[in-house]
């Protein structure tokens, strides 16, 4: 039997002050847990983080007690039914262990995981823990409680690595595959080809403004879709309020093709205004070589180094798309831009020339004394 729940730690992530999730299954047999940090505590982040403790610790409990926590259960019912999340049913098909739920308002009947959510932050959270990648922060927390488990229990008076054992014993056996956390959704995009989820704006492409698109939504991921299951951009999900992800290059890439309208769409003046300064200066041709130069290096990259590659390369004068790229592929291969050599502020004197037929004769003439020798 093991217990699970979410609870809550400030963190300093991403340069920001901020409150991250993190979620906890524990085992009152034994007094071990696991744990891991996430962004949000919605249906994806609740699949995700059960998912990889379930195959970081190699199996699954036969038997998991839950709360009524809202990305498993939709209604609850009387007579101690409940109707679950689709997602979550599937779930707990495909992992196969049993289901307990603690009655309404009863957090006090899976009080171990309480207390244990308790013990994490307190001994492991707390200050404030600083990190800028959560993936690094994650491998972090498997081995601090996996050294946890060194602790005598406080009744059995055994190691609780010895009792964890135990529980391991019980496990079930892991599927073949693992679950694939996704759900889809169908949304319209708006008249810029942005479509809204979870308060955030996600770009698709000019193509699909105003169209109806398909969302593959994951924890770490939103998958932009055709209605006939064409990728069109994927996103890394975000989880602040009001944000946007956007992705330039598949509007960069259609308008590539009619450069000269390039200052009338929509997404014109949301480019860096170093993008928008250089393509006024622009010919056509030039504004068409640069388009396509600046979809191809935003397939692989982000605007950031496109506009840094711009800067530097109009330092002296206004660049062409080559000199452009020539820039860029110095500062992605870590050579950055070469030093100018200093050349010297005068040129070096030189010998007075006579001019006149003169001199010829004072070339041959030793030649021709040679000759009367």
Request: glycine share 4%; aromatic share 14%; proline share 5%.
């Amino acid at each position: 039997m093991a217990q699970i729940d979410f609870g809550e730690a400030p963190f300093y992530y991403q340069n920001t002050y901020t409150t991250l999730s993190y979620l906890v299954l524990s085992f009152p047999y034994s007094n071990a847990f696991w744990f891991q940090v996430l962004e949000a505590q919605n249906k994806e982040a609740f699949l995700e983080g059960m998912k990889r403790i379930f195959h970081h610790m190699g199996g699954v409990p036969k038997a998991i007690r839950f709360d009524n926590l809202s990305p498993a259960v939709k209604k609850i019912r009387p007579h101690g039914k409940r109707d679950l999340t689709e997602e979550f049913e599937r779930f707990t098909a495909h992992y196969g262990f049993q289901l307990e739920f603690c009655n309404p308002a009863r957090g006090n009947e899976k009080g171990h995981v309480e207390a244990m959510v308790k013990y994490v932050r307190n001994n492991f959270l707390l200050p404030e823990v600083h990190t800028h990648n959560l993936k690094s922060l994650n491998q972090d927390c498997w081995l601090l409680a996996e050294n946890d488990r060194g602790r005598i229990h406080y009744q059995k008076q055994l190691p609780i690595s010895e009792l964890y054992s135990a529980d391991k014993e019980a496990f079930l056996l892991l599927p073949e595959k693992e679950f694939d956390c996704i759900r889809y959704e169908e949304v319209k995009a708006d008249k810029y080809g942005y479509v809204h989820f979870d308060t955030n704006l996600y770009s698709s492409s000019p193509r699909f403004a105003l169209e109806k698109v398909l969302l593959k939504i994951s924890y770490e991921y939103i998958t932009v879709f055709s209605l006939d299951y064409k990728e069109i951009v994927q996103h890394h999900r975000l989880y602040g309020y009001k944000e946007k992800s956007m992705d330039w290059q598949p509007y960069l890439s259609l308008v590539s093709k009619r450069p000269t309208a390039l200052k009338y769409t929509s997404f014109y003046d949301q480019l860096p205004d170093a993008w928008q300064s250089y393509f006024s200066q622009c010919t056509v041709e030039e504004k068409k070589d640069s388009l396509q130069l600046l979809s191809t290096i935003l397939k692989d990259n982000h605007m950031e180094i496109a506009v840094q590659a711009l800067l530097q390369a109009s330092e002296n004068s206004h660049p062409s798309a080559e000199s452009i790229k020539q820039i860029f592929y110095q500062l992605v291969n870590g050579r950055g831009v070469r030093v100018i050599a200093n050349l010297p502020q005068h040129t070096p004197s030189m010998p007075t020339i006579t001019r006149g037929l003169g001199q010829y004769d004072k070339l041959f003439k030793p030649m021709e004394d040679e000759d009367h020798a």
